[in-house]
């Protein structure tokens, strides 16, 4: 069954692209490393932040993909959606082109189980839980790590499925100076320009980009051809960042704030579009500052922040005259000290919050929370060559809206040389949002957190030039939260729902000379289990929108002067009811980019091409939410 919004097109079928850019991607690094003079590169050593404590990535007791500042260089992402997509076992729902919601989900766990940290702030928004990534700029990312499995031991509500960690580029790696401009496809124009400086040991930088886009991309309709409307989007951002170090501690303050006005289309019903009708528009503000105190040390560390986080959502709808507006606040504050003691490293820390929503479509609400936690690693030797890595964590968390949440968890790394086995089990939670305790109606202040046990085993290889995982999850949810009626047709949010989870993911990774290669694939069967097979026909059925099987390619050439990337993404079909009646199809999504750097006037140059979408597929992620075709995007930027 083929959904709305898309048509069969000929041309090289799904399967048949996907193994041409895989093999692509394994055949020219390896004809790479065959070129006269040409070096082997190994790769550097890995450090994992996702969990707290700066850990070696041999000794991690979990699946972690990271990306680094070259790998997020050659993406180019213009939102963290793009720079997440592909990634084993992520997948990125888009409902349109630039500016539209992007939001995520990790083997199955929909986005407000998954939370998203970047420099030591939670992007999900206590308001619904989500993290739109369309928000956030790719390209300022130095460092991404994507861990999956649950981790409330160590981040507390939310943390069920996975957790993603940012690091911004730091000062000390931009350029003195640096600009870009860029055009593309459907109305694209972006400028981008910032300044970086060192004085006494610091160094500070302040960035600001604006981007826009008409979007009015055309698209197939049952073989009639169709164009969007009112998708226009404009956006602005502005960085600011500095790190200040002193006799003892490191200062390091972090400032990020984005808007966005934008057209709200909405699905497509085939309905005839009336351009002369009120427009609906939406305006999304989003920023955070945070102070962070530093005081490495060789036996201690210890580490505190504070934050101030504020949200303001506006749609306004003429056409029924709805103007939703709704606004969060946040204030946190966090410490942690780490101490290492012979073969053991030790962490404990607090944190708190207070977080208030005032809307037009909720009662006012507020929340105070307070967590305590406790991390302890430790390495032995095991004799023949092994060595054995464990670690526990416990935390718990205190809210004031609805009690306490308890999270442990347990992980253990067993190897010898490049070989390593892992295994980790544990239990995570997710606190009720804003939106199902206080719409109104329907929001029921008596909900209770959500609860999952988790547990994984893999194994994985680690050599200079090369690395490779495979990992086995699986996991229980419990006290889901649903929006159901009741007798008298009213809908609320209810503790009722159930459902598991189970899957892999595997990914290799190389690098060989000036090339990179990356080969991921993912399953996940997330099926629900509510009621009984006898009461309820969605028993034992795929969740909608969760696609069973994906994998991606990816390969890059970098030098002084020039370079290219290319990346290919194959999606498995989704179901679009809960009764796995009616489903999607798989799509396969190509992306190639070309750059070269000049040199003129003392400067760095560079020129880029990319482009989006290269098939031109016609697909779509969400039912009559059309996405764009084939996008092409051209880049001018310099530095001194």
Same mark, same amino acid.
């Given at each position: 069954?083929?959904?709305?919004?898309?048509?069969?097109?000929?041309?090289?079928?799904?399967?048949?692209?996907?193994?041409?850019?895989?093999?692509?991607?394994?055949?020219?690094?390896?004809?790479?490393?065959?070129?006269?003079?040409?070096?082997?590169?190994?790769?550097?050593?890995?450090?994992?932040?996702?969990?707290?404590?700066? !850990?070696?990535?041999?000794?991690?007791?979990?699946?972690?993909?990271?990306?680094?500042?070259?790998?997020?260089?050659?993406?180019?992402?213009?939102?963290?959606?793009?720079?997440?997509?592909?990634?084993?076992?992520?997948?990125?729902?888009?409902?349109?082109?630039?500016?539209?919601?992007?939001?995520?989900?990790?083997?199955?766990?929909?986005?407000?189980?998954?939370?998203?940290?970047?420099?030591?702030?939670?992007?999900?928004?206590?308001?619904?839980?989500?993290?739109?990534?369309?928000?956030?700029?790719?390209?300022?990312?130095?460092?991404?790590?994507?861990?999956?499995?649950?981790?409330?031991?160590?981040?507390?509500?939310?943390?069920?499925?996975?957790?993603?960690?940012?690091?911004?580029?730091?000062?000390?790696?931009?350029?003195?100076?640096?600009?870009?401009?860029?055009?593309?496809?459907?109305?694209?124009?972006?400028?981008?320009?910032?300044?970086?400086?060192?004085?006494?040991?610091?160094?500070?930088?302040?960035?600001?980009?604006?981007?826009?886009?008409?979007?009015?991309?055309?698209?197939?309709?049952?073989?009639?051809?169709?164009?969007?409307?009112?998708?226009?989007?404009?956006?602005?951002?502005?960085?600011?960042?500095?790190?200040?170090?002193?006799?003892?501690?490191?200062?390091?303050?972090?400032?990020?704030?984005?808007?966005?006005?934008?057209?709200?289309?909405?699905?497509?019903?085939?309905?005839?579009?009336?351009?002369?009708?009120?427009?609906?528009?939406?305006?999304?503000?989003?920023?955070?500052?945070?102070?962070?105190?530093?005081?490495?040390? $060789? !036996?201690?560390?210890?580490?505190?922040?504070?934050?101030?986080?504020?949200?303001?959502?506006?749609?306004?709808?003429?056409?029924?005259?709805?103007?939703?507006?709704?606004?969060?606040?946040?204030?946190?504050?966090?410490?942690?000290?780490?101490?290492?003691?012979?073969?053991?490293?030790?962490?404990?820390?607090?944190?708190?919050?207070?977080?208030?929503?005032?809307?037009?479509?909720?009662?006012?609400?507020?929340?105070?929370?307070?967590?305590?936690?406790?991390?302890?690693?430790?390495?032995?030797?095991?004799?023949?060559?092994?060595?054995?890595?464990?670690?526990?964590?416990?935390?718990?968390?205190?809210?004031?809206?609805?009690?306490?949440?308890?999270?442990?968890?347990?992980?253990?790394?067993?190897?010898?040389?490049?070989?390593?086995?892992?295994?980790?089990?544990?239990?995570?939670?997710?606190?009720?949002?804003?939106?199902?305790?206080?719409?109104?109606?329907?929001?029921?202040?008596?909900?209770?957190?959500?609860?999952?046990?988790?547990?994984?085993?893999?194994?994985?290889?680690?050599?200079? !030039?090369?690395?490779?995982?495979?990992?086995?999850?699986?996991?229980?949810?419990?006290?889901?939260?649903?929006?159901?009626?009741?007798?008298?047709?009213?809908?609320?949010?209810?503790?009722?729902?159930?459902?598991?989870?189970?899957?892999?993911?595997?990914?290799?990774?190389?690098?060989?000379?000036?090339?990179?290669?990356?080969?991921?694939?993912?399953?996940?069967?997330?099926? $629900?289990?509510?009621?009984?097979?006898?009461?309820?026909?969605?028993?034992?059925?795929?969740?909608?929108?969760?696609?069973?099987?994906?994998?991606?390619?990816?390969?890059?050439?970098?030098?002084?002067?020039?370079?290219? !990337?290319?990346?290919?993404?194959?999606?498995? $079909?989704?179901?679009?009811?809960?009764?796995?009646?009616?489903?999607?199809?798989?799509?396969?999504?190509?992306?190639?980019?070309?750059?070269?750097?000049?040199?003129?006037?003392?400067?760095?140059?560079?020129?880029?091409?990319?482009?989006?979408?290269?098939?031109?597929?016609?697909?779509?992620?969400?039912?009559?939410?059309?996405?764009?075709?084939?996008?092409?995007?051209?880049?001018?930027?310099?530095?001194?």
């Amino acid at each position: 069954m083929r959904p709305r919004g898309t048509r069969v097109r000929r041309g090289i079928p799904d399967s048949a692209s996907f193994l041409i850019w895989l093999s692509f991607a394994i055949g020219l690094p390896l004809a790479g490393s065959l070129q006269a003079g040409e070096a082997s590169a190994s790769l550097p050593p890995s450090v994992v932040r996702a969990l707290r404590i700066e !850990t070696p990535r041999t000794s991690v007791s979990a699946s972690v993909e990271e990306l680094d500042a070259d790998d997020i260089r050659a993406r180019n992402a213009q939102t963290l959606g793009q720079l997440l997509d592909g990634l084993a076992s992520v997948r990125v729902q888009r409902y349109g082109g630039l500016g539209s919601l992007e939001t995520l989900s990790v083997h199955g766990a929909s986005a407000e189980r998954v939370v998203v940290v970047q420099d030591g702030i939670r992007l999900n928004s206590p308001q619904h839980g989500l993290t739109d990534l369309s928000l956030w700029d790719g390209r300022g990312v130095g460092k991404a790590e994507v861990a999956r499995g649950g981790y409330s031991a160590m981040y507390g509500a939310d943390a069920m499925g996975g957790v993603i960690y940012l690091e911004s580029l730091s000062s000390k790696d931009r350029p003195p100076f640096w600009f870009s401009t860029e055009a593309g496809s459907f109305g694209l124009r972006g400028v981008r320009a910032g300044a970086s400086g060192s004085a006494r040991g610091g160094s500070g930088s302040i960035e600001a980009a604006r981007l826009m886009a008409e979007n009015d991309y055309p698209y197939d309709w049952y073989g009639e051809t169709r164009r969007r409307w009112n998708t226009d989007a404009q956006q602005t951002a502005v960085r600011v960042r500095a790190d200040v170090p002193t006799r003892s501690w490191r200062w390091v303050l972090n400032s990020q704030g984005t808007h966005r006005h934008a057209g709200t289309p909405g699905p497509d019903t085939g309905a005839p579009i009336n351009e002369s009708a009120p427009r609906i528009r939406q305006d999304d503000d989003d920023g955070f500052a945070t102070i962070r105190a530093i005081r490495p040390g $060789q !036996t201690w560390r210890i580490e505190a922040s504070g934050s101030v986080r504020g949200t303001y959502q506006r749609y306004h709808d003429p056409t029924i005259d709805i103007d939703s507006r709704h606004r969060v606040r946040s204030v946190t504050s966090s410490g942690q000290a780490t101490r290492m003691l012979g073969p053991f490293r030790v962490a404990a820390g607090l944190d708190g919050e207070l977080s208030t929503i005032r809307s037009t479509e909720t009662k006012d609400g507020d929340r105070r929370h307070v967590g305590a936690y406790a991390i302890c690693m430790a390495s032995f030797g095991l004799g023949g060559g092994w060595s054995a890595d464990a670690d526990a964590a416990l935390r718990e968390d205190a809210f004031s809206d609805f009690g306490r949440a308890f999270s442990p968890r347990t992980g253990i790394v067993v190897g010898n040389g490049a070989f390593r086995l892992l295994a980790n089990a544990g239990e995570s939670f997710r606190a009720p949002t804003f939106n199902s305790l206080y719409w109104n109606p329907g929001g029921n202040p008596e909900l209770q957190p959500e609860h999952a046990d988790h547990h994984a085993v893999g194994v994985g290889w680690t050599r200079p !030039t090369w690395s490779a995982e495979v990992t086995r999850l699986e996991a229980r949810y419990r006290n889901q939260i649903r929006w159901l009626p009741d007798a008298g047709g009213k809908w609320s949010a209810q503790n009722v729902a159930r459902s598991e989870l189970s899957g892999w993911d595997a990914w290799a990774a190389a690098r060989t000379g000036r090339w990179r290669a990356r080969l991921r694939g993912s399953q996940s069967d997330a099926v $629900q289990k509510d009621g009984s097979p006898a009461t309820t026909p969605a028993y034992g059925k795929q969740i909608p929108f969760v696609a069973r099987r994906m994998a991606s390619a990816e390969v890059s050439y970098e030098r002084s002067e020039f370079g290219f !990337t290319a990346r290919q993404r194959w999606v498995g $079909q989704a179901f679009t009811r809960a009764d796995n009646r009616a489903a999607l199809p798989g799509y396969s999504i190509g992306d190639m980019g070309v750059w070269v750097r000049p040199r003129w006037m003392e400067g760095h140059w560079e020129l880029r091409v990319d482009v989006d979408n290269v098939w031109n597929r016609r697909y779509v992620v969400m039912p009559q939410y059309p996405l764009p075709g084939r996008a092409l995007r051209l880049a001018v930027s310099g530095s001194l």
